[in-house]
């Protein structure tokens, strides 16, 4: 089944840009998405793409997908204090139950 | 945008008891609502799969009497954790198809479970 890997760290300063990557088994995946957790909270979508899109720009978030190497990578521009959370990437698979499989989630940690 | 309520946000209960949990499509009608379970600092992990007017699909390894799904309505599913013991802390969270979203999932806000 369809495996999704994420790094599980990182720590950036307030105005710098993150980079979340993720990385992905199942090609067959008709979307990949991005979801925001904040601490005791459920999760938020943040933004998604195409399997056949190479990127998507929305706002400050810039979505990179490399298909050939299953990779999709999700940039965050003029990085704020507000954006420390787990960001966690999900394929659709090749399911059509409408199941989501998640990475292991990524904390993104912004200094002041 | 699609909304999906949850609640109790928190509860603790006492070992041996039955707690549910309910999830409630407040904009939209969600015909399957999943479920999740998440450890800390841990990915969610798939529980089961509701579907309105028909038995709940759960995934392996996951018990079905002890972890009862009800989807009675096309806006309500619910989560029973039934004789609850302290491995089955957890935070857990239901998940619908959002009309209004997009291709997105529209998430409950989450059930922090603590038994004691």
């Known amino acids: 089944g369809e495996d999704v890997e994420q790094s599980l760290f990182l720590s950036v300063r307030e105005g710098d840009s993150s980079v979340i990557n993720c990385t992905y088994t199942d090609s067959s995946s008709t979307y990949l998405y991005w979801y925001k957790q904040e601490p005791g909270a459920g999760l938020q979508l943040l933004t998604y793409i195409f399997s056949n899109m190479d990127m998507k720009q929305d706002q400050r978030l810039t979505v990179l997908l490399n298909k050939k190497d299953k990779h999709l990578s999700l940039r965050i521009a003029d990085t704020q204090t507000g954006d420390s959370a787990i960001y966690f990437c999900a394929g659709s698979g090749s399911s059509n139950t409408g199941k989501l499989i998640f990475g292991q989630g990524t904390t993104l940690q912004v200094k002041p | 945008g699609a909304v999906v309520s949850q609640h109790p946000s928190w509860v603790i209960c006492k070992s041996g008891t039955s707690v549910k949990i309910e999830c409630r499509s407040l904009d939209f009608q969600a015909t399957t609502m999943f479920w999740y379970r998440q450890f800390p600092k841990q990915s969610l992990m798939l529980m089961a799969t509701?579907?309105?007017?028909?038995?709940?699909?759960?995934e392996q390894g996951v018990e079905k009497d002890k972890f009862l799904i009800n989807h009675a309505s096309l806006t309500l599913s619910t989560l029973t954790v039934t004789s609850a013991h302290p491995e089955d802390s957890s935070f857990y969270i239901c998940?619908?198809?959002?009309?209004?979203?997009?291709?997105?999932?529209?998430f409950g806000s989450g059930t922090r479970l603590t038994v004691v």
């Open positions: 998940s619908a198809p959002g009309a209004s979203s997009g291709y997105g999932y529209t």
């Open positions: 509701s579907n309105e007017g028909s038995k709940a699909t759960y």
